[in-house]
């Protein structure tokens, strides 16, 4: 709606400061931006939801890492992932197989990514689903003794959210699930989060948000860690122009 347009440069001057860690900036101006925009743009820009990410970055940006990054590549959305040097961990990234694809991902233009591992026996992957309504979520489905595939698993809300989840990575261990959200205590798009599966329990662990450095409030994607958990690799839109990252 054009008479919406002033109205919404308030809320992308709010993203701005978001994406470049102002977050009590960016919640002054998100909280402004609710007193002007009409109903229909609060909701669809997920104004509250952008509002609690910058109250998550806050927290998470007061317990800092150190990262060293190795090496740093500009690539085309399109492809990134085949820069993965995933030979040592065994397995390969591969664009999603047809398979996988619900009548619904396809009318998304689903592309996702998916970490085939070496024993092959689980694919983890996510998908909208059938009607899409909690976004992207992660199933899995296990190799049948004929070598067929199961019918797919939706993992527990305690990994799904109503937000979108996707890029799921398991790690050799067979027990550590690496995985991105925009749900859970995100900063903003996409975080890196791990859970830890009990098999006495036969439960997965609350989600640990990666932090940052790892996790920013721009995307943060497809995270493959090494067994040792030394070595990563991720992609990131943060500092990237339209298409790369």
């Not at 109903?39 to 104004?47: D, E, F, H, M, R």
């Not at 800092?64 to 085309?76: A, C, E, M």
């Not at 040592?88 to 998304?108: F, N, Q, R, V, W």
Request: charged share 25%; net charge positive.
């Amino acid at each position: 709606n054009p008479n919406d347009a002033p109205k919404d440069a308030l809320f992308y001057l709010a993203k701005t400061n978001h994406i470049n860690y102002k977050f009590d900036e960016a919640i002054k101006l998100y909280t402004e931006y609710k007193k002007i925009g009409s109903a229909s743009s609060i909701k669809k820009l997920q104004v509250d939801r952008e509002i609690q990410a910058c109250k998550n970055g806050k927290r998470l940006l007061s317990n800092l890492t150190d990262l060293v990054i190795i090496s740093k590549k500009q690539l085309n959305e399109i492809d990134y992932f085949k820069a993965y040097d995933v030979k040592e961990i065994g397995g390969k990234l591969l664009i999603k197989p047809d398979d996988y694809i619900s009548a619904y991902d396809k009318k998304k233009k689903d592309k996702s990514v998916v970490y085939l591992p070496k024993t092959g026996e689980r694919l983890y992957y996510s998908s909208y689903g059938e009607n899409g309504n909690t976004g992207r979520d992660i199933y899995y489905v296990n190799r049948l003794p004929n070598g067929s595939w199961s019918k797919p698993t939706m993992l527990p809300s305690t990994i799904n959210t109503e937000f979108d989840e996707d890029y799921p990575f398991l790690h050799p261990n067979g027990k550590t699930l690496y995985f991105n959200s925009k749900g859970h205590n995100s900063m903003g798009g996409y975080d890196v989060f791990k859970t830890t599966y009990d098999a006495t329990t036969q439960t997965w662990s609350k989600p640990e948000n990666m932090e940052f450095p790892i996790s920013s409030p721009d995307d943060d994607i497809l995270f493959v860690t090494d067994s040792l958990e030394k070595t990563a690799f991720f992609s990131t839109g943060r500092y990237s122009p339209y298409g790369k990252i």
